[in-house]
């Protein structure tokens, strides 16, 4: 009897932890979706808002920039105060503050304050993100942390699908509605993220024991310990990746629509990214458990080059569709790919510290992306030049990753 009673209770246990687990995997998801909107909205707005506020190419790239710059400061905090008072509360804070400074971009009246609300909305959007990375990462424990990271990812390029479909419905020329989507339906889920989502069990367990007493400092947990070559490895390969991400979704409508195209057929491109980013999280997420190092750095960037060749050189809608769709699944899935490895080189005290400062550094590239796009074309270089430079940065990034999986698969994650 006392057999059958200790059996029956270990298996609601264990059925009670999985069901937590798909809970916060799928509100992580939902967070992620919600994301994915706001990320793509600059580039479906872009036209509206540049004739709107009377915007040239240079002012659009500042405005690009400007969420992407508050990324950077948002993954910092949201990964030390993570690390500090939870993930749960953080990124809950952080879905309020994108979702209220989403609202606040439609009722913009000048370019500063655009630019305010833009990096504003970058804050919370970047506080977010090392927390989503970090709850499915825990959640899911060691076997399975790189599945549930990336399920929850694909989540963000879904989000932006769902933006590109304003542009696809017609509904483009209105550049407020893509924020006000993206900024009510954040405020509606902050509630449900309160009553539903479960703290991080290894972050619980942390704060409990007696290692609370004796926190790892943020230099020694990223730099010592055997940690300091793929810290600097994550950082160069989220750098060179997201600034082609970004690049992407900033100005691939824009060019798009300089290249003859309409604004609706730009917007079927920019949704057929997004639907290959889906595809190519979940698709190298599992490979990721499969594939040889050295194969799979070549198949993710070997395929991003040849997308961004396609984007350069096609000139029919369909073939546009094509490499549109290999782009997303090369740059996004690859993305994808170091959000699932990153929190496997940092130990739970300082998992999402680490998560945001590489998330950080890769804002930086993101950052620069659309930046270094706007003045090359502001010279006349066209879509084909703007493609060719960022060919070398995916060369470094694909070095990183070849190394950073090899030494995952030789030494295993951390506990």
């Not at 370019?111 to 970090?134: D, E, K, M």
């Not at 270089?381 to 694909?398: C, F, N």
Request: glycine share 14%; net charge positive.
């Amino acid at each position: 009897m006392t057999t059958y009673t200790s059996q029956h209770l270990a298996s609601a246990d264990v059925e009670q932890d999985s069901r937590r687990t798909w809970l916060t995997i799928a509100l992580c998801f939902a967070v992620a979706v919600l994301e994915g909107i706001d990320f793509q909205a600059p580039g479906i707005a872009a036209p509206g808002m540049a004739a709107a506020f009377g915007l040239d190419k240079l002012h659009m790239g500042w405005v690009f920039s400007a969420g992407i710059l508050g990324l950077l400061p948002g993954a910092l905090a949201g990964g030390w105060l993570s690390d500090r008072i939870g993930r749960r509360r953080v990124l809950i804070g952080s879905v309020a503050l994108f979702g209220i400074f989403s609202i606040a971009t439609a009722h913009a009246w000048d370019l500063n304050s655009l630019l305010a609300a833009r990096l504003l909305t970058g804050v919370g959007l970047g506080a977010a993100l090392p927390n989503l990375i970090a709850l499915c990462s825990e959640a899911a424990g060691e076997r399975l942390r790189g599945t549930a990271v990336s399920l929850m990812y694909c989540g963000v390029p879904l989000g932006a699908a769902l933006a590109a479909t304003i542009g696809i419905v017609g509904f483009s020329a209105d550049w407020t509605l893509v924020y006000y989507v993206g900024g009510v339906l954040p405020l509606v889920v902050v509630p449900l993220l309160g009553l539903w989502l479960p703290e991080s069990a290894a972050f619980r367990a942390r704060q409990e024991s007696a290692v609370k007493a004796t926190r790892v400092p943020v230099v020694q947990g990223l730099f010592r310990q055997g940690a300091a070559l793929p810290t600097l490895l994550l950082w160069a390969a989220y750098f060179f990746t997201l600034m082609v991400v970004y690049m992407l979704i900033s100005w691939l409508p824009s060019l798009l629509v300089g290249q003859g195209f309409t604004g609706r057929q730009a917007s079927w491109v920019m949704f057929s990214l997004q639907i290959g980013a889906a595809v190519g999280t979940l698709m190298l997420g599992v490979l990721m458990e499969r594939l040889r190092p050295l194969a799979m750095a070549g198949l993710i960037y070997l395929g991003l080059l040849a997308a961004l060749a396609g984007l350069g050189m096609a000139r029919e809608f369909p073939s546009m569709l094509v490499a549109g769709f290999a782009a997303g699944m090369f740059a996004t899935g690859g993305q994808g790919v170091l959000y699932a490895l990153a929190p496997l080189f940092y130990r739970t005290e300082v998992r999402a510290t680490g998560v945001g400062a590489a998330v950080a550094v890769g804002r930086l590239g993101s950052m620069s992306g659309p930046l270094v796009a706007g003045q090359m074309l502001a010279l006349g270089t066209g879509t084909a030049g703007v493609m060719l430079a960022s060919a070398p940065g995916i060369v470094l990034a694909a070095v990183a990753v070849f190394y950073l999986l090899g030494r995952r698969r030789d030494q295993g994650a951390l506990a």
